[in-house]
């Protein structure tokens, strides 16, 4: 989501005379769009402001003054401690602000010719606000596009600072989403990745005034011609709908893969949690969708160490693991963020109980996608190229499966030619991370 909303700030500064750079040296804004769902991503942005300090300071006085600002959840979260702690950021706005980038720059400008000290501070919640004066639309250079029609989050998990950040659930219009994938099909995009904290939760209105949900929307984006795949991304067991289950069935460009968190597979720690889903009832959502997609590959997220986890139940996570099977997935250590009520439980876990439980599952996830990644070489599978692979004649894209995979065309020619393609690609050989494979013949698309 970070990478749409930079996107998005790119396109609100281009009709300024902004465009992006590729170092900070030349830059005379710079945004860091900040994360704040872990510890570890909110300290980045601190030992980033010094670094950019630094280049700041070590620029020419003739040069017009370097603009700073923090963007995103952490500037959401911490706004007031950032202006405090770093002199050197001009200004800080939330994820709700970004379409004011402009005039923000433009008053920061002026306080700088005048010599005055700057100090922005735009954490409104105002989403519809943003979404509106967006709709001018996106540029698109890729053939696969993100495109949000989610913002925020009601559930509340208790490890989780995302409704505080993001805000309350929000979403987009139905014709807003078919309006914005008309409209970037008609730039050459051939996939969407539909966006959102909760994208499954997705219930817009109609023109109507009928509410949509996901399952509905996705058949609706189908039928645009020229429009070749969709994803979805991030979405919660709880609103895996019969009907959004079905069209893993019923809709051919909806891709073969889904991103489905569970965070533990102890019942006791899913309601410590607040998940309000049981281990039991992810399973049997993951085996209803593959008596519908049988090929379907699983991706998860998965928490250890949250308050209060014994062995016993961490190996429930790792029983949970063994029987899902999964594709690819992405673990962490828990991190107790302020203001949520898990970080205040008592029994916090060890740092090194942590680390080794989260050895001990990643040992397993890997082996998990090493072996799917395995079983794919031989395949022939239809393959968005989608950009261009450090070698020459190198093409990468993404299986149906999310799989990153490159192909060497070993030509520039015919790699230009396949450039923004769907092509049947044979799987020659698999790595932990990332298959290889060959053209074997271009898809009629
Ligand atoms: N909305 C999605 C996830 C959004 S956050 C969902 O409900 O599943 C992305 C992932 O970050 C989460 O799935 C979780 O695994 C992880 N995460 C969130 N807060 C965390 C914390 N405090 N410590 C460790 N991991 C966390
Ligand atoms: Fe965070 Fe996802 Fe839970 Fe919402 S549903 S609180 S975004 S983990």
Not at 195 to 205: I, P, S
Not at 315 to 332: I, K, N
Not at 370 to 385: D, H, I, K, P, W
């Amino acid at each position: 989501m970070n990478v749409y909303d930079t996107e998005r700030m790119l396109d609100v500064m281009a009709p300024h005379g902004y465009e992006m750079t590729e170092a900070p040296d030349d830059a005379d804004v710079v945004v860091l769009n900040t994360c704040h769902i872990r510890e570890k991503a909110a300290d980045k942005v601190y030992s980033d402001i010094g670094r950019i300090r630094q280049i700041k300071k070590a620029r020419p006085e003739t040069r017009e003054e370097m603009v700073v600002a923090v963007a995103g959840c952490v500037a959401q979260a911490e706004g007031d401690e950032i202006m405090r702690r770093a002199p050197v950021v001009d200004m800080v706005f939330g994820p709700q602000a970004y379409h004011r980038l402009p005039d923000m720059v433009k008053a920061a400008k002026q306080k700088h010719d005048k010599g005055e000290s700057v100090r922005l501070l735009d954490t409104d919640f105002a989403v519809d606000e943003k979404f509106e004066a967006l709709d001018a639309g996106p540029r698109q250079q890729s053939a696969a596009a993100f495109l949000t029609v989610q913002e925020g989050c009601d559930k509340f998990c208790s490890f989780c600072v995302v409704p505080y950040t993001r805000g309350a659930e929000y979403s987009r219009s139905v014709s807003k989403v078919l309006e914005e994938a008309e409209r970037l099909v008609a730039q050459g995009v051939v996939e969407v990745t539909l966006l959102g904290q909760n994208v499954n939760a997705y219930h817009g209105e109609t023109a109507t005034g009928e509410s949509w949900d996901l399952a509905r929307l996705i058949e609706a984006l189908a039928d645009i011609r020229g429009l070749e795949r969709i994803r979805y991304t991030t979405s919660h067991p709880r609103d895996m709908t019969d009907a959004l289950i079905n069209a893993h069935r019923d809709v051919d460009k909806l891709m073969p893969y889904l991103h489905l968190p569970v965070q533990a597979g102890s019942d006791r720690i899913l309601k410590e949690m607040n998940r309000h889903h049981t281990a039991a009832s992810y399973r049997d959502i993951i085996d209803r969708l593959r008596a519908v997609c049988p090929d379907i590959a699983i991706s998860g997220d998965f928490i250890v160490g949250f308050p209060g986890e014994s062995d016993a139940e961490f190996a429930e996570t790792l029983q949970l693991v063994r029987d899902v099977g999964y594709a690819q997935a992405y673990s962490f250590k828990y991190s107790p963020r302020p203001g949520t009520p898990a970080a205040t439980m008592a029994s916090q876990v060890d740092e090194e109980v942590k680390a080794a439980r989260l050895a001990l599952l990643q040992d397993e996830l890997n082996s998990q996608q090493l072996a799917f990644n395995t079983r794919t070489v031989g395949q022939v599978m239809a393959v968005l190229l989608e950009r261009y692979g450090k070698q020459p004649g190198q093409l990468v894209g993404r299986s149906p499966y999310m799989q990153a995979i490159h192909v060497d065309t070993e030509d520039a020619g015919l790699a230009q030619t396949y450039f923004g393609k769907i092509v049947n690609v044979e799987v020659t050989s698999a790595a932990p991370h990332s298959i290889k494979g060959r053209i074997v013949q271009s898809s009629n698309v």
